[in-house]
Nanobody, 124 residues
Framework: VQLQASGGGLVQAGGSLRLSCVAS????????MGWFRQAPGKLREFVAA????????DYADSVKGRFTISRDSAKKMVALQMNSLKPEDTAIYYC??????????????????WGQGTLVTVSS
């Protein structure tokens, strides 16, 4: 399985960006895709996840109400709509795929495959 992320860029505080990630290769009928991010000097942290079977979603408290994760099962694609961006959202954003089970997880160790990362920079 390979993941290809896109959509990062530079935006002013209060602005919006949309990230996309497409999975290629063989996946199970029930899997989860998520987004994590890593800011300079910080550990990678969970942002959001979606179950492709149920459509259930989960978010980090820091992004609730501002970010929306969605999926397109036919395209094996997950998107992250980021609104009301803040300078503290600046990070490299990684998409990830959890191949087994449909349980949402915020633990990076539960994910089997990772995309290459896309940089999001929010200026103040």
């Amino acid at each position: 399985v390979q993941l290809q992320a896109s959509g990062g860029g530079l935006v002013q505080a209060g602005g919006s960006l949309r990230l996309s990630c497409v999975a290629s290769g063989r996946t199970s009928a029930s899997y989860v895709m998520g987004w994590f991010r890593q800011a300079p000097g910080k550990l990678r942290e969970f942002v959001a996840a979606v179950s492709f079977r149920s459509g259930n979603t989960d978010y980090a408290d820091s992004v609730k109400g501002r970010f929306t994760i969605s999926r397109d099962s036919a395209k094996k694609m997950v998107a992250l709509q980021m609104n009301s961006l803040k300078p503290e959202d600046t990070a490299i954003y990684y998409c990830a795929l959890k191949l087994t089970g449909h349980t949402l997880s915020g633990f990076s160790t539960d994910y089997n495959y990772w995309g290459q990362g896309t940089l999001v920079t929010v200026s103040s």
